[in-house]
């Protein structure tokens, strides 16, 4: 009751937790848009009171002349990887400048959603609409050199239609700028890339700015009246020194362009950016009758043109766990099988001494493991981790992350990691009390503190790294403290509660009884050595998602988006499968050599994937992106180190599961005497 007021008490915190509960209305909000055909929602109030009913979807309709906004959004690079606030270049400017209402998720990806100068009327065309005109201080103009040398792009947002959340406005479809490019394959089809650069730098290393812009709105008619939907928004930069006379500020004309004058990339002298120099901002915007429905707006922006790569990806995964599957039935039905029967037959203890094998470390293969707190402590933390992507995939899946609700699936994430913290108190502590331990308590606090703990360390480092650089993706104090919050208010309390419940439970059964003095492991094999082992076992989980992985990266650092949830899902069924049946085949082999320490081994087997993981994450920095600055390069190397670290407390749980699963079945089918 205390952190709860305390966080309410806090008016950064307060605003936070509002835009996290407002992401999730929104996520639902969309959800709901996305499955009715001739509904939306619209909300109402009363009061204090607020709920949404069900209504036409005419309101998505725009008549003639009506207003539509375009909102800027941040600058980016896949270069530096450091967003930058829009106006942070010597942009027009608004007389007011507001910012849109933001989730969390937009606040960690680094948008920042604003007014702009670019007010449109619905289907009526404007040629060489003048802006303003800036003049260039020596700042200005080394801030625009810097950002056209690092390949930055302005990302625009379209507002189609602009409703009440709260005491905000909102978007309801942030559908983004395109601009269309050639393909390098020669093909009539365009590619389309997202947002349009700053600027240019020429051969002889001079700069210009792009300072006119050509936008093309696409709009579907309706059937049944005269009005229409927005379904494409299009840009083509230009950039052009504009001539005119005397300089009227209340209304701007030049001479280079006119209604009979159109501006193409490249038809006139260019704008150079230098100090001291005046730079007018103009803008065409035509409207284009399109047959593209509303319902598939999203397919410029969302269509995948590799697909047979991702089914390439499927199939390679499906083939590993046919591979492991085989090997796991071979055991099962055949070694295995014949080992529990000739173990049953056998009449003599003379005769069970004789023999080799798993049998021989019954009296020690349940005995707890060297710093077995710290292994329910990653067990636990694994189940939290493994409910929280399952239920973001399942959501994902299901279209409730939509890609018009910017910074969703980031709100859902950590809106699901706070909460799944119960399920992470309650395994730890229930194996925990199998180890027969009694400091519960203590292993409670780890596994509430450990992993996130670390994490947030890297993401403290690296967030001010991003301040230093004076990137709109630093964190905001506020945030973070709120973030803090949502840590120690919610998560640790859900592991505490969990926790509690799993330790009243009563403790598993072991099968067969533990041996006062453990038995001496014979000397092993090279090739069943500890490090040998862990590292063959992260190779077939790893390469079950490798080629997925790599549109992963490319939608994290080049910008992209990714939305081929089907695709994701079925390769993370196939990664279970493979981590379960590589730990189960590896552990049997350990066994028969008659080495019983296999429950750390178990959770390394397949958690060593996330070494690959890593090393795949460094090749693909050094062949696939272009990143210079030293900052840059740590911020990917930190996030890759994060992402690795869980991918490791994934797949390591799901080893260790499938394997404590598979030892109990093996010595509950024997007879020990």
Not at 159 to 171: E, Q, Y
Request: charged share 20%; net charge neutral; aromatic share 16%.
């Amino acid at each position: 009751m205390v952190t709860l007021v305390l966080l309410l008490r806090t008016r950064a915190t307060s605003d936070v937790l509002i835009s996290l509960l407002a992401g999730l209305r929104m996520v639902l909000i969309h959800a709901a848009l996305r499955r009715t055909e001739d509904l939306v929602l619209k909300e109402e109030a009363a009061g204090s009171e607020t709920w949404y009913t069900a209504v036409p979807r005419y309101l998505h309709l725009l008549g003639r002349d009506d207003e539509l906004q375009v909102k800027v959004n941040k600058l980016s690079s896949t270069k530096t990887q450091l967003p930058y606030d829009y106006y942070f270049l010597d942009y027009c400017k608004p007389s007011k400048i507001m910012n849109n209402a933001e989730n969390l998720g937009e606040v960690l990806r680094g948008d920042r959603i604003e007014n702009s100068v670019y007010v449109f009327k619905m289907r009526r065309d404007e040629s060489c609409k003048v802006v303003c005109r800036t003049k260039l201080s020596s700042e200005a103009a080394k801030n625009f050199k810097e950002k056209i040398d690092d390949e930055y792009h302005v990302n625009i947002t379209f507002g189609l239609v602009i409703v009440m959340l709260t005491a905000t406005d909102r978007i309801l479809d942030n559908l983004p700028v395109a601009v269309p490019r050639q393909r390098r394959d020669g093909s009539q089809a365009l590619s389309y890339e997202h947002g349009f650069r700053v600027g240019y730098k020429s051969k002889d290393d001079k700069y210009y700015i792009s300072n006119h812009l050509s936008f093309k709105v696409m709009y579907h008619k309706d059937p049944e009246s005269e009005d229409a939907r927005i379904v494409g928004f299009e840009v083509i930069p230009s950039s052009v020194k504009h001539e005119y006379g005397d300089w009227d500020e209340k209304n701007p004309k030049v001479t280079t362009c006119s209604a009979d004058i159109k501006i193409t990339p490249g038809s006139n002298t260019p704008q150079e950016v230098a100090a001291d120099t005046h730079v007018v901002f103009s803008y065409d915007v035509t409207f284009q009758p399109s047959e593209i429905k509303w319902a598939s707006r999203w397919d410029t922006y969302l269509l995948m043109n590799d697909d047979q790569i991702h089914w390439f990806s499927i199939i390679n995964s499906l083939m590993i766990v046919l591979f492991l599957s085989g090997m796991v039935a071979m055991i099962m039905l055949r070694t295995l099988y014949r080992d529990i029967a000739n173990y049953n037959q056998l009449e003599t203890q003379e005769e069970a001494q004789e023999e080799t094998g798993w049998k021989l470390v019954h009296g020690d293969v349940f005995r707890p493991p060297i710093n077995s707190g710290l292994l329910c402590v990653y067990v636990g933390t694994g189940v939290q981790f493994f409910g929280m992507t399952l239920v973001t995939m399942i959501f994902a899946l299901l279209g409730f992350l939509s890609p018009s609700n910017r910074g969703g699936l980031m709100s859902a994430m950590v809106l699901l990691w706070v909460f799944m913290g119960l399920f992470a108190g309650y395994s730890s502590a229930r194996l925990y009390k199998m180890f027969k331990g009694s400091e519960w308590k203590r292993i409670t606090l780890k596994t509430a503190f450990i992993f996130p703990g670390i994490v947030f360390a890297i993401f403290f480092v690296l967030n001010a790294l991003i301040w230093g650089e004076k990137s709109s993706g630093a964190i905001p104090f506020g945030t973070m403290f709120a973030l803090v919050l949502l840590w120690f208010g919610i998560s640790v309390p859900l592991v505490f509660v969990g926790s509690y419940i799993g330790y009243k439970r009563p403790a598993l059964e072991d099968p067969v009884k533990t041996n006062k003095i453990p038995r001496q492991i014979p000397e092993q094999a090279w090739y069943m050595q500890p490090a040998f082992s862990v590292l063959i076992g992260g190779i077939l989980p790893f390469g079950a998602v490798f080629i997925e992985l790599f549109f992963i990266l490319t939608s994290i650092w080049l910008n992209q988006f990714y939305y081929i949830f089907g695709f994701l899902f079925i390769v993370f069924i196939i990664l279970i499968i493979t981590c379960a049946e590589i730990t189960i085949v590896l552990c049997y082999f350990q066994l028969c050599s008659e080495d019983y320490h296999w429950w750390w081994r178990a959770y390394l087997t397949a958690g060593s994937s996330a070494l690959y993981l890593f090393a795949y994450s460094t090749f693909y920095f050094f062949t696939k992106l272009e990143i210079t600055k030293v900052v840059s390069g740590i911020l990917y190397f930190g996030y890759m180190l994060i992402v690795s670290y869980a991918f490791f407390v994934l797949t390591g749980t799901i080893g260790f599961y499938a394997c404590f699963w598979f030892v109990h079945k093996i010595y509950s089918s024997v007879k020990i005497d």
